[in-house]
Each structure stands twice: as C-alpha cells, then as structure tokens.
C-alpha cells in the first residue's frame, strides 16, 4: 500500500514548501532595516530629539515652509549652540549632508517619494551646478 519511497521525499518537500517564507525571507534583502547614516560631520543632535524627528520630520517641515513662506519668519534654530536658518536646504542637510545616504535609505524602505526635491536643491546636485555655473 504505502511507499516508502516516495513518502519521505514527499514530506520533505511538503515542508519546505510550508517554510518558504521563512527563509525566503531570511535571505532576501528586502526586509532588511534601513540604517540612515549618522551626519558625517560628527553633529550629536538634531533640531528635536530621535523619535520625534523619527515620527513627524515631515509635520516640522510643513511647519517651517509654512512659517517662512506665509508669515515670514526666518528666523534661526540653534542646535549645539551653532545657527541654523530654517530650511530644507539650510538646516537638514547642512548636517544630513547626503539625501542618498541619509533621507532615501528610509523613504525607499517605506516606499514614500517626497516630491520636495522636484525644486530644492540636494547637497550633490547644489554642488554641480556650482561647478559649471
Ligand atoms: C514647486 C516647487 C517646490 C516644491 C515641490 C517644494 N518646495 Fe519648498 N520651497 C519652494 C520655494 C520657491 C521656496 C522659497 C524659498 C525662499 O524664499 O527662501 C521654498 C521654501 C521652503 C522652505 C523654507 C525655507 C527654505 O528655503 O528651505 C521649506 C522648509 C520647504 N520649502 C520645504 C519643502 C518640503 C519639505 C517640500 C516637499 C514636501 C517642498 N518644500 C517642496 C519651492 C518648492
Ligand atoms: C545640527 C545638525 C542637524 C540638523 C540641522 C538636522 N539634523 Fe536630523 N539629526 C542630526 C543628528 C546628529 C541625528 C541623530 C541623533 C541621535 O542619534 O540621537 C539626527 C536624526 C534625525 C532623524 C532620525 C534618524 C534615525 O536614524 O532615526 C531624522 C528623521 C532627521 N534627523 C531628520 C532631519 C530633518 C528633516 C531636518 C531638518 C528639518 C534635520 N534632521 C536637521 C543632526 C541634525
Ligand atoms: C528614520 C527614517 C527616515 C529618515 C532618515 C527620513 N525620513 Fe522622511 N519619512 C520617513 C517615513 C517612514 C515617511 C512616511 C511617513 C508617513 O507616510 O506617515 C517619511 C515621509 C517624509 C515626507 C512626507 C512625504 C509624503 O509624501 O507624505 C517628507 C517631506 C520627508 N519624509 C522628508 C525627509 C527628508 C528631507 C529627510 C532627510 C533630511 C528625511 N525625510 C529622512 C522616514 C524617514
């Protein structure tokens, strides 16, 4: 009746094919964690603290251009006693001088594409224009 042959083989098969997202998973690149690089030019901290930024850079962003472009306040943040002038370009990555390395890492994970860049410069694009300018 039964084949031995054929039952083990069978179950080991039937195994993996249960499993398969398990060590897909192990393997694949796709659920790895992004790990934004540190600002490399050694700053400690930022405009507010880690989670914070982690859970609403985007709400303080709105905040500052709503700020600067409709009630005129330019005025500075000072982080680490060093000034800053509110902006994208002139706070962020002034310290996160890389969008590659520092805002994609995260925004590809989450697979959000901010549309700001479309205008603003980023620190590499800023400074080949400069070169042929
Ligand atoms: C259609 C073009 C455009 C897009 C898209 C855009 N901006 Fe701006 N943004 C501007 C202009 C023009 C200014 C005014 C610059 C000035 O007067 O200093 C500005 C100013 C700002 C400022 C205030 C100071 C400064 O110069 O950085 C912030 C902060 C800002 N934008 C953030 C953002 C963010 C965040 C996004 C994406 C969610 C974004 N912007 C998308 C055009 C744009
Ligand atoms: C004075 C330098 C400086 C400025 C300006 C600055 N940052 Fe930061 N930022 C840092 C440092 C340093 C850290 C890491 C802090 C830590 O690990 O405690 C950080 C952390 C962050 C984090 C969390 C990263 C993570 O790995 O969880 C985000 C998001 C962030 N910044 C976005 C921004 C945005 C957006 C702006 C502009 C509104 C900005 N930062 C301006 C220095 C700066
Ligand atoms: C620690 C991870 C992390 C880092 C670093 C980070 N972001 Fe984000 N960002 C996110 C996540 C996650 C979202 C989507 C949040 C949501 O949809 O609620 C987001 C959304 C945004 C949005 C809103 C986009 C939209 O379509 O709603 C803007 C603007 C933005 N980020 C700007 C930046 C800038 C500029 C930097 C680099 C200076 C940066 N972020 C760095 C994780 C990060």
Known sequence: MYNKGTIIPGLAIFVLFVTFPLWFNAFSTASTVPKPELPPGGEKECVASSAEMRASHMVLLNEW???VLRDGKRESVTVDGKKYRKGLQM????????KEKFCDTCHEYASVDPYCWDCHLTPEVAAIKKETL
């Open 65 to 67: 251009r709503d700020g």
């Open 91 to 98: 706070a962020c990555m002034q310290c996160h001088t890389s």
